[in-house]
């Protein structure tokens, strides 16, 4: 873990590694990461084919991008409640529910912005 006296690049060093530990973790747990994360290795590209403009492009990339990012926040949320217990509990199924609610509307965003800007 880092200390209080990581500053400048040391901390962000420090991010890093913990950011690719919670993708790494993700991609190992959670076939639904993995789905999405092969479908954004073929969306990527594929931007940059059918965005025309650099806008266009990023948005596209932008959206896909949103859902992986979304998907990991929901998966945080799952491991937090997994923790607490695995007795059915309300609030831990709301909280599980939203998140994959959350899932779900990042998704929705993504294919209106690709059907706009691939049927425009």
Same mark, same amino acid.
């Given at each position: ?5 990581? /500053?400048? #690049?040391?901390?962000? *060093? /420090? +991010?890093?590694? /913990? ?7 993700? *991609?190992? !747990?959670?076939?639904?990461? %993995? ?12 931007? *940059? ?5 650099? #806008?266009? %492009?990023?948005?596209?990339? +932008?959206?896909?991008?949103?859902? @992986? ?9 799952? +491991? ?9 509990? !309300?609030?831990?199924?709301?909280? !599980? ?6 899932? #779900? ?5 993504? +294919?209106?912005? *690709?059907?706009? @800007?691939?049927?425009?």
């Amino acid at each position: 873990m880092a200390s209080e006296h990581n /500053y400048g #690049l040391r901390r962000v *060093w /420090y +991010a890093l590694r /913990y950011s690719l530990q919670g993708v790494h973790a993700a *991609w190992r !747990k959670e076939e639904a990461f %993995r789905q999405e994360v092969v479908v954004a290795m073929v969306a990527v590209p594929v931007a *940059w084919f059918v965005g025309e403009s650099a #806008l266009e %492009r990023a948005v596209l990339i +932008a959206v896909v991008l949103q859902v @992986l990012m979304v998907e990991l926040i929901n998966t945080g949320i799952e +491991a937090v409640v997994d923790r607490i217990g695995h007795d059915p509990h !309300k609030l831990s199924g709301r909280a !599980k529910d939203v998140g994959s609610a959350a899932v #779900l509307m990042a998704i929705v965003i993504a +294919a209106v912005v *690709w059907g706009l @800007l691939l049927f425009d």
